[in-house]
């Protein structure tokens, strides 16, 4: 029923910024929590960034300050904007959600996933 798509991924400079979205859909209570996740090779998923149904944030302590999550309920869309990206910020990128979690960065909290969508920071 729910179905969550990420675009936006690429290849940037260390310094650079981009920005990622997340198309949400399918869900008919829209008191949802969504956040970001981010997986590279060999290492295990990790909660990036991820903002409740009272629009508080929470971020990874290795992106504050550089990320910012945001939502826009009328386009059912989630951000996450990054700015002085590393080459360590390298991953393929999940926007995740579920109608009961509150903004936890576990991933194991979260029902639906995205395919996900690959950054690539060069130094």
């Known amino acids: 029923q729910v179905q969550l798509v990420e675009s936006g991924g690429g290849s940037v400079q260390a310094g650079g910024s981009l920005r990622l979205s997340c198309a949400v859909s399918g869900y008919s209570d829209r008191r949802y929590c969504v956040g970001w996740f981010r997986q590279a090779p060999g290492k295990e998923r990790e909660g990036v960034a991820a903002?409740?149904?009272?629009?508080?944030?929470t971020y990874a302590d290795s992106v504050k300050g550089r990320f910012t999550i945001s939502k826009d309920n009328a386009k059912n869309t989630l951000y996450l904007k990054m700015n002085s990206l590393k080459p360590e910020d390298t991953a393929m990128y999940y926007c995740a959600s579920d109608l009961w979690v509150d903004g936890t960065l576990s991933p194991s909290e979260y029902t639906y996933w995205g395919q996900g969508t690959q950054l690539t920071v060069s130094s």
């Open positions: 903002i409740d149904r009272d629009g508080t944030t």
